[in-house]
């Protein structure tokens, strides 16, 4: 199976390009999770995005913001796997951190993790920071990466 990564910044982003990044956001965020929120957050002019393609479809996404933008740290987010369970979403989070670390110079990356994935984050070194709280609809909570 041949599988690539893709990483552009918005202003390299082609009209098709942004239109799949932002279909799969809101199949998956938006629709299969039933939360009305505005994923449209003024934050992806500033962002790095991120896909995984695999056999030339779309398989995973992420979006990278340096500090200041979104959070004080470096952030990940908007992780996304179009198929759950073979890989892709622990793929495309392990080289977000990669570019996190050339791009931004990130030695602490923060996220908000949905609750429900905190174990999935738990596997790159991800820890919680913080208690529960509701964002975006869902239960969420922040989580702190350092680097060793």
């Known amino acids: 199976m041949d599988s690539n990564f893709i990483c552009k910044r918005f202003q390299e982003l082609s009209l098709e390009e942004l239109y799949e990044i932002l279909r799969l956001r809101s199949a998956v965020f938006v629709v299969e999770q039933d939360a009305v929120y505005q994923d449209l957050d003024d934050l992806d002019q500033d962002a790095l995005h991120l896909r995984l393609y695999k056999d030339g479809r779309l398989a995973a996404y992420a979006r990278i913001l340096k500090a200041g933008t979104y959070l004080d740290e470096v952030a990940i987010g908007r992780v996304i796997a179009v198929e759950r369970g073979v890989g892709d979403g622990l793929a495309i989070f392990t080289k977000a951190i990669q570019i996190a670390q050339a791009e931004f110079g990130a030695e602490r990356i923060k996220i ?30 922040d989580m702190m990466w350092n680097k060793e």
């Open 112 to 141: 908000r993790a949905q609750l429900q994935a905190k174990g999935f984050y738990e596997k790159t070194g991800f820890r919680c920071c913080g208690e529960p709280f509701m964002y975006e609809g869902l239960v969420h909570v």
